[in-house]
């Protein structure tokens, strides 16, 4: 029993690694880390109420970040 469960997790862990890695090398998660960044980032801006005195030319708009609203 210990050792089937120890071989369990062995491939669990095996099979995670894997799907991690396809995740990390596809360009929807470098697109994903970049559109967080930046609402990090408005979140902050406007928690700290210097939202009037931002650029609006350093703000992704939503046509630069790839997202398309309805």
Same mark, same amino acid.
């Given at each position: 029993?210990?050792?089937?469960?120890?071989?369990?997790?062995?491939?669990?862990? *095996?099979? #995670?690694? =894997? $799907?991690?890695?396809?995740?990390?090398?596809? /360009?929807?998660?470098?697109?994903?880390?970049?559109? !967080?960044?930046?609402?990090?980032? *408005?979140? #902050?801006? =406007? $928690?700290?109420?210097?939202?009037?005195?931002? /650029?609006?030319?350093?703000?992704?708009?939503?046509? !630069?970040?790839?997202?398309?609203?309805?």
């Amino acid at each position: 029993m210990k050792y089937r469960d120890a071989i369990f997790a062995t491939m669990a862990l *095996a099979a #995670t690694s =894997v $799907a991690l890695a396809g995740v990390v090398y596809t /360009d929807a998660y470098s697109h994903a880390a970049k559109a !967080e960044v930046h609402g990090v980032r *408005a979140l #902050t801006l =406007v $928690a700290s109420g210097d939202e009037i005195a931002c /650029d609006p030319a350093t703000m992704l708009s939503s046509n !630069e970040s790839g997202t398309v609203q309805q």
